[in-house]
């Protein structure tokens, strides 16, 4: 059984404290506290708190996408590879509390030079096996846009999934994963692969 180093279970501790209570209500010292380290072996670790934050994400976002490059490099049919890639995603923004929390923390409140570091370092890759997958199966498509509605779908939903039950017709049952991926899965497949009349969408060139 692989040693967890003390450096990953500080990025692990501050990545879930951060998610939590948020950037500015955590300091160096309550991370240090919680893991159980002194201040100067966590300064010797990291040099100041930003850089602590930019690591931690960058390690939490990194670990939990990893498992997406096996998943789309299946060899099964693009419908069933897709079908996985949906299913994978909607577990993991739904059932991660910290990876969905300080993705939309970034996504809403994060400092550009962070979200351009984290874009080019974490973000790129699964956003390119995301947009080859949907490119496999929804051939006539624009790739990046529809992969930006693949995810902006799953985003969708789940921001609503805590005030859902309690909207007019809303069920507890419309938040569950299974549901959600049979409902996204069945829309995406009409908006991608089928118009009105069941003709493939085709948009105009720019």
């Known amino acids: 059984m692989a040693t967890v180093s003390t450096k ?8 879930r404290l951060f998610a939590s209570q948020g950037y500015a209500a955590v300091s160096m010292r309550d991370v240090a506290t919680e893991v159980g380290v002194t201040p100067a072996n966590l300064y010797y670790h990291f040099k ?10 960058a390690h939490v976002f990194a670990d939990r996408t990893a498992p997406l490059e096996a998943i789309a490099g299946d060899s099964s049919s693009p419908d069933r590879t897709f079908e996985v890639v949906v299913g994978w995603f909607v577990r993991l923004i739904f059932e991660d509390a910290v990876f969905s929390r300080l993705l939309f923390r970034e996504l809403l ?7 351009e ?7 790129e890759r699964p956003f390119a096996l995301i947009t080859e997958v949907t490119s ?5 498509s624009d790739p990046v846009l529809s992969a930006v509605s693949v995810i902006g779908m ?13 909207l007019p017709g809303g069920r507890v049952e419309y938040t569950n994963t299974d549901a959600v991926t ?7 497949r009409g908006a991608l692969n089928g118009g009105p009349d069941g003709e493939p969408n085709v948009e105009a060139a720019p």
């Open 154 to 166: 799953i985003f969708g939903h789940f921001q609503l999934s805590r005030v859902l039950p309690h």
């Open 48 to 57: 100041d708190k930003e850089t602590l934050i930019r690591e931690a994400l």
């Open 117 to 123: 570091y984290l874009s080019k370092t974490v973000f």
């Open 182 to 188: 049979r409902h996204v899965l069945a829309l995406l």
């Open 136 to 140: 496999a199966y929804a051939t006539r």
């Open 8 to 15: 990953d279970t500080i990025l692990e501790v501050a990545a």
């Open 109 to 115: 409140d994060g400092d550009g030079q962070r979200l």
